[in-house]
């Protein structure tokens, strides 16, 4: 919904909708409010679609929160985040006589957020334009009640009460102001926060007066959201992202796409009337293949190797039901025709199941679909395994405790990921960092045969975090291509005219201290697909690793 935020302030139905995969054990549903703010949620539904293509209603519990007493948390409802309040109320219900009133609320704190902090009478000088300097105050003088004057003249309770008034919803991206508040407002987050500005190599000075003479020429929603991505871009950052509703609408095709020799490649299709495995896409709309992606790569954040993953997913990306013309090469014929955006979503190529015996001893875990429980009951059989195969060419489900049954001994590498500690602007004189790493430790039964780990670019973040472990203390050979190059936390804020911008805020080394960003896991044995191979339906990355645990 990050891209469809709900903003009314008037009672109205929603719904989300989405395919359920075979393989999952569970459904998780309910509301989300992101950052500040007040929302009030009733009448859940939650409805499966049976064969007739008729939606029916499943039982749940308490859906209206009738069963529930006013000014209490919600039955059979879990709240999970801190600092959020769950409160049933039996004011202005959409039905019944109850709702719930999810809220933000406050975590009280005292002491120091950090152990250093500015001094009274601290501050910053700062050159601006024009010969002009600013001198900032870092530390305002304050007691237990707060910062001394705060309230005087009324001036401060005036700037609250027009804060807590302020509508995001009538403030929408073809005003101006609210564009050039946007670009400023996400311009100073990074300046003063994001910890990649070495690695980035770019002149954030620069992209501020370039990103502010797009913004003034912008005319909608739309050209903003590419304004706001160019300059996310230029941070190099895979966890940067930029979310609005106007993306909401947009749809490509049935297809999955892969750069296989300098080609963009079909390698997996739902819709053989137009695309077939290893049909090479030449050209969409009259644009060459390779430019329409690096067109795309414009607006995308990351390393190139996580960019041109991410143009392979969006590729052709436009308007819900319009049509695209391709021109494709299946084998020696040249084809011509038009295809409907009618798809959004993740086509994948048949797999069989996530754990399975490839031939004697030799066992195949793919660590995309795989949950740890799963992985847990056929532990002993893979301790015993003379080779085992674990699939990284994707995000793990939460199952990395299988490296403990992979190490020798304690984890010693410390503490990889470092959240900076910010206490003065442009990043300078950083006061430290809090440090963590994973500690894990050796359980038994152990993996004692051959193992490999199979990844490429789609294995990003905890992916990382995951293999880190198996490049630091070589717990088995790294089959494919580089990781994608981005870990750590990902942080979201809010912009005027409702967009949402994610980034990365902490910094994340691999485990002998060098760098990480950008780099990613560098494969021990690197291997790349073929169309050939495609086309005869081989996992050649699959193979290589095969051939290595032998």
């Known amino acids: 919904m990050s891209d469809r935020p709900i903003r009314s302030r008037e009672w109205r139905e929603y719904e989300i909708t989405g395919r359920v995969d075979s393989d999952a054990r569970m459904v998780f549903f309910g509301a989300i409010l992101s950052g500040n703010g007040k929302s009030w949620w009733d009448g859940f539904h939650l409805r499966v679609k049976g064969e007739e293509g008729d939606w029916e209603d499943l039982d749940i519990q308490n859906p209206g929160f009738e069963e529930d007493t006013a000014g209490r948390i919600p039955g059979q409802w879990a709240g999970k985040s801190p600092g959020y309040n769950y409160i049933v109320q039996k004011n202005n219900p959409a039905e019944g006589q109850n709702c719930l009133l999810l809220e933000s609320g406050s975590i009280p704190f005292k002491g120091k957020l950090f152990g250093e902090h500015p001094k009274i009478g601290e501050a910053v000088i700062k050159e601006l334009d024009g010969g002009l300097s600013c001198r900032i105050p870092l530390a305002l003088p304050g007691d237990e009640g707060g910062t001394w004057n705060a309230h005087k003249n009324g001036a401060f309770d005036t700037l609250v009460s027009k804060i807590e008034s302020f509508d995001p919803g009538r403030h929408t991206a073809e005003r101006e102001d609210v564009r050039l508040a946007g670009v400023t407002i996400a311009w100073n987050v990074f300046q003063h926060f994001y910890p990649y500005f070495d690695e980035a190599g770019v002149d954030w000075d620069a992209e501020l007066t370039h990103a502010l003479t797009e913004a003034l020429a912008d005319r909608d929603a739309e050209e903003f959201y590419a304004t706001l991505s160019r300059m996310v871009a230029k941070l190099k950052d895979g966890h940067g992202n930029v979310m609005h509703e106007s993306r909401f609408g947009l749809e490509g095709f049935p297809i999955r796409l892969e750069w296989i020799e300098s080609k963009l490649v079909v390698t997996a299709s739902q819709d053989p009337r137009h695309f077939r495995r290893g049909d090479i896409i030449r050209s969409i709309d009259g644009v060459e293949a390779e430019k329409a992606l690096l067109e795309d790569e414009k607006l995308i954040s990351g390393s190139s190797q996580w960019k041109r993953i991410q143009s392979c997913r969006r590729f052709g990306y436009g308007k819900s039901g319009t049509f695209a ?207 050939q191979g495609v086309r005869e339906g081989r996992d050649e990355l699959l193979a290589k690793a095969l051939e290595v645990v032998r």
């Open 325 to 531: 013309r391709f021109v494709i090469k299946r084998g020696e014929d040249i084809l011509s025709f038009e295809a409907e955006r009618n798809f959004r979503g993740a086509v994948l190529e048949q797999k069989g199941p996530p754990i399975q015996e490839l031939e004697k001893g030799v066992f195949y875990v793919d660590l995309d679909r795989a949950q740890w429980n799963v992985i847990r009951e056929r532990i002993g059989t893979l301790a015993q395994a003379e080779g085992v195969i674990c699939d990284m060419r994707g995000y793990p489900k939460g199952n990395h405790e299988i490296i403990c049954h992979l190490l020798k001994e304690k984890d010693t590498s410390g503490a990889w990921m470092r959240i900076p500690q910010i206490i003065y602007p442009d990043r300078e004189k950083i006061a430290g960092y809090h440090k963590m790493g994973w500690h894990l430790v050796p359980k038994e039964p152990h993996i004692k045969g051959k193992v490999a780990f199979v990844t490429d670019a789609r294995a990003i973040s905890y992916a990382e975090s995951f293999l880190s472990f198996v490049e630091h203390y070589k717990l088995g050979e790294i089959i494919g291509g580089p990781t994608a190059g981005a870990n750590g936390n990902v942080n979201p804020f809010s912009l005027p005219g409702g967009y949402t911008i994610a980034w990365t805020g902490m910094k994340v080394l691999k485990h002998d201290g060098t760098r990480h960003h950008l780099i990613g896991i560098q494969p021990t044995v690197p291997c790349e697909r073929t169309i």
